[in-house]
């Protein structure tokens, strides 16, 4: 498990924002590291809250990337965007990464994630930001779509590749099926002291 702890956010005034995004936080050269980096780890079936498996509610490969001396730059990385993202849309009280990245690989045979929150229940900090760097070029995919649900209706957020889509743990959201090809994501969670 990595601990990353942040420094405190900038304070740009928030709107309380559902979403966020950053474009352009990665070179292409740098996410084909991260992709070498991920398939470089064991993968695994994804799970479900109670550490089983369930095809109908998630099928994917996961990879856990810790930080290390080949990860620190990563780390880094994210932590500067998730706390401009943090102090300039949602200023959350946020303590850091307590939990290593996630790489997640969707493969052409359906794979999905049914709508879930990410705010874990065995995570050592509560889960408050979550982190998704598209690492896949849409062209080499169908379906896929990450979505988030917000008041009424859901929406479909850009494919762009290298965007990191942010947004709070507690906001449901689902990848749909991929039909061809394959995506892979690198999930990031940001903890905090709990919700008061």
Known sequence: ????????????????????WWNDGF??????????????YAQT??????????????????AWINNNTRTSWLYDR???ISRQ??????????????????????????DHYTWHMDMGKNTVSPRKLSLVLQLSDPSEYDGGDLEIFTASNSVVLE???????????????RVT?????????LVV????PKFK
Request: glycine share 10%; proline share 4%.
């Open 159 to 173: 494919k762009k590749k290298g965007i990191i889509h942010a947004f709070p743990s507690y906001v449901m959201h």
């Open 78 to 80: 994210l932590a500067f």
């Open 85 to 110: 993202l943090n102090g300039q849309f949602f200023d959350f009280d946020l303590y850091g990464f307590v939990e290593d990245f996630q790489y997640t690989v969707y493969g052409e045979d359906g």
């Open 177 to 185: 099926p991929v039909t061809r090809g394959v995506r892979k994501t």
């Open 45 to 62: 079936d994804g799970t479900i809250d109670d550490g089983k498996t369930s095809d109908d509610i998630r099928k994917s490969k996961v």
């Open 1 to 20: 498990m990595s601990v990353y702890q942040f420094a405190p956010s900038p304070d740009k005034s928030t709107n309380g924002c559902v979403h966020a």
């Open 27 to 40: 070179t292409s050269r740098e996410i084909k590291d991260i992709i070498s980096i991920g398939d470089d």
């Open 189 to 192: 969670w940001i903890s905090g």
